[in-house]
């Protein structure tokens, strides 16, 4: 049995990723805000008997230091590890150009997607390295915001951060027991893609169960995609 760690995992791609991860019957802990629709999921994962999540209703735009510290020792203590982590949650505000762009958003933006993922790499890398066996950190990135980058403001400069965030840290631990993974996913289904793309027929795109699916069959089974990258190995030739 593992325990995994999702961040943004109340709906979407969170949500599927959680429903992957339950049916081996491993450790959750659900991160997101919004605590009635984390309830829900809850429920869905208890009534197929699959596990009993932890719920966390952490809201990372309002956590501070102090948070992310009793964090890692609440986890320490009721797991004492950690074998995967997602970070997978962020906020896309409505497309804007950078002229228009409301400072007090754009804030608000990087502080979500960018500067509490930097919380959470720092509190669980301790307990990802207590680990018997290879554990797996995984950044949910977005194809679009190098392909389209126009307009997506904050948005596509915080998921630019990630993405360098986790090269870094994956850089500076090339020999711990943790593979580092830059999922740079396309389209799929979820609430806040028909919000950017009202016209657009989302039945022409994969469904977020089955983008959860191809992430777990990439990270826990080391198939190979281009959309998603292992860090490791350019890690590991830098520092012979």
Not at 15 to 37: H, T, V
Not at 39 to 49: I, P, S
Not at 96 to 104: A, H, L, S
Not at 203 to 227: F, K, R, Y
Request: with cysteine; aromatic share 10%; net charge negative.
């Amino acid at each position: 049995m593992s325990t995994y760690l999702i961040t943004g995992a109340a709906q979407g791609l969170g949500r599927a990723l959680a429903l992957g991860l339950a049916s081996n019957n491993n450790n959750l802990i659900l991160f997101d805000k919004d605590l009635e629709a984390l309830n829900l999921v809850y429920d869905e994962l208890t009534t197929k008997g699959d596990c009993e999540p932890a719920l966390f209703p952490m809201d990372l735009l309002g956590a501070n230091i102090d948070h992310y510290g009793q964090l890692q020792e609440t986890l320490r203590s009721e797991y004492g590890q950690l074998d995967g982590v997602f970070l997978n949650a962020a906020i896309l505000p409505a497309f804007t150009p950078i002229e228009f762009f409301d400072y007090k958003q754009w804030y608000e933006v990087l502080h979500t997607n960018l500067n509490a993922n930097f919380h959470l790499i720092q509190q669980c890398l301790p307990l990802m390295k207590n680990g018997e066996t290879t554990s797996q950190l995984v950044a949910i990135l977005d194809q679009d915001t190098e392909s389209h980058p126009a307009y997506y403001g904050a948005y596509g400069v915080a998921k630019a951060g990630l993405e360098q965030l986790m090269v870094t840290t994956a850089f500076e631990n090339p020999s711990d027991n943790i593979d580092f993974y830059n999922a740079k996913l396309g389209a799929f289904q979820s609430a806040t893609r028909s919000r950017q793309f009202p016209s657009e027929d989302p039945t022409l795109l994969p469904t977020a169960e089955a983008m959860a699916n191809h992430l777990l069959q990439i990270v826990l089974e080391g198939l190979h995609s281009e959309d998603i990258s292992k860090l490791n190995d350019d890690a590991a030739q830098s520092s012979d």
